[in-house]
């Protein structure tokens, strides 16, 4: 697309993504390393921090198009769907219905979607670098690759079905994920009710995440709020107090109790996550855990970027023949799924019977996280 723009007058280049965030952490920051790397960048020419205006008149735009209306509006000459396999029909739709020139679109073939149902051979106008065409295409194809990249994704071969997907650049289905079908929503809906913030520390190698879990509805709203490496406790206290609700009960991984006693003595409402249930021979926390979010409904925001990141590839671990372990596979980010579990597995009633003694002691310290003007 650069190259384009620097070759061809007076042309508009639409890169979509899914979300704000998405672009930002994703196509936005490769453009912008691309441009510096090779010396082409000028800050007077990145308007609005969304679009960069090149010499030739032509322009590369980053938008997000999180809603069906959002797809009706301008045409354009070029049009990049970034990850598309992310995007519903009706708006990928309109979006090439109003492109002049050419669409370019790239994803991960981890699942049959409307490229295969709705365009792959019903028109002769396709140019396929995937599999049964031009490729398939693999990350071995790729020069910009770093080796630690490449170790990473040669780390999970013997995940057969994510091998064929990632590595081998096949259509695939993976059935090792952990979980599957949650919504993807645009917005908190302003009758959902906050019940608790999660808390998985992270620093050097891995990040602190928080967010929060809203009920609505019969089930459950998860939202980022933040995905940070490096934050020390101080930091991570004034964040949480500077929420509109700053007195939500947060839940944090109790393997750090000294970081939650000082958060603590911050003013903050936080309690490590009770591992007690599930710790046995045959059930881990973690497995145990893991099954009572799997019997929720649960929605997530699209601006949850990290954390859809962790939904879509958080998987079971497989043995070298690709026997499923029934344990999370530790290559796999899960610091957001673990903050999730600590939530979810201390709010929601499991099928193990709690005793009224216990009922009482979670309704009434539910009671005291609640603001006086709303009791």
């Known amino acids: ?12 280049i639409t890169v979509v993504g899914e979300s704000a965030p998405h672009l930002d952490l994703g196509a936005i920051r490769d ?11 000028n800050d007077n020419s990145w308007l609005n921090g969304k679009k960069y205006s090149f010499p030739t008149g ?3 735009e980053f938008i997000s198009f999180d809603k069906f209306g959002k797809a009706h509006g301008p045409r354009r000459d070029v049009l990049f769907l970034n990850e598309a396999v992310h995007f519903p029909y009706n708006i990928a739709d309109q979006l090439i219905t109003r492109t002049r020139k050419i669409v370019w679109m790239d994803w991960n073939p981890s699942e049959e979607f409307w490229f295969y149902t709705e365009m792959l051979g019903k028109r002769d106008d396709i140019d396929f670098l995937g599999d049964g065409y031009l490729g398939p295409l693999t990350f071995l194809d790729n020069e910009a690759l770093d080796e630690t990249s490449k170790n990473e994704i040669l780390a999970h071969k013997n995940n057969k079905e994510w091998w064929t997907v990632y590595g081998e650049g096949k259509l695939g289905v993976i059935t090792t994920r952990i979980y599957k ?6 917005d908190i809906p302003h009758e959902a009710r906050l019940e608790a913030r999660w808390l998985d520390f992270g620093y050097t190698n891995d990040p602190t995440s928080i967010g929060s ?3 609505y509805n019969g089930g459950y709203i998860v939202d980022e709020q933040l995905y940070q490496k490096g934050m020390l406790n101080k930091p991570i206290a004034d964040f949480l107090l500077s929420s509109e609700t700053p007195q939500t009960l947060v839940i944090a991984d109790s393997a750090e109790p000294k970081s939650i006693d000082e958060i603590r003595g911050f003013g903050v409402n936080i309690v490590g996550v009770s591992k007690k249930r599930g710790e046995s021979k045959s059930e881990t926390f973690v497995k145990w855990s893991i099954g009572i979010v799997q019997n929720q409904r649960v929605s997530i925001t699209r601006r949850s ?4 990141r962790e939904y879509r590839n958080y998987l079971w671990m497989v043995d070298k023949n690709g026997k499923i372990l029934n344990m999370e596979d530790p290559k796999c980010a ?18 193990t019977e709690i005793t009224e003694s216990e009922r009482a ?14 009791r």
């Open 31 to 41: 453009f912008k390393n691309i441009m510096t790397a090779h010396g082409y960048w």
């Open 361 to 374: 002691d979670r309704l009434l310290s539910r009671l005291r996280n609640i603001p006086n003007q709303t």
């Open 58 to 60: 032509s322009v590369i």
């Open 1 to 12: 697309m650069i190259d384009y723009a620097q070759s061809t007058k007076d042309q508009i």
């Open 181 to 186: 079908d949650w919504q993807i929503i645009d």
């Open 334 to 351: 899960n610091h957001s799924m673990a903050g999730i579990r600590y939530v979810l597995s201390t709010i929601v009633n499991s099928a």
């Open 305 to 308: 970027f990290n954390t859809l």
């Open 213 to 215: 879990v809203y009920y």
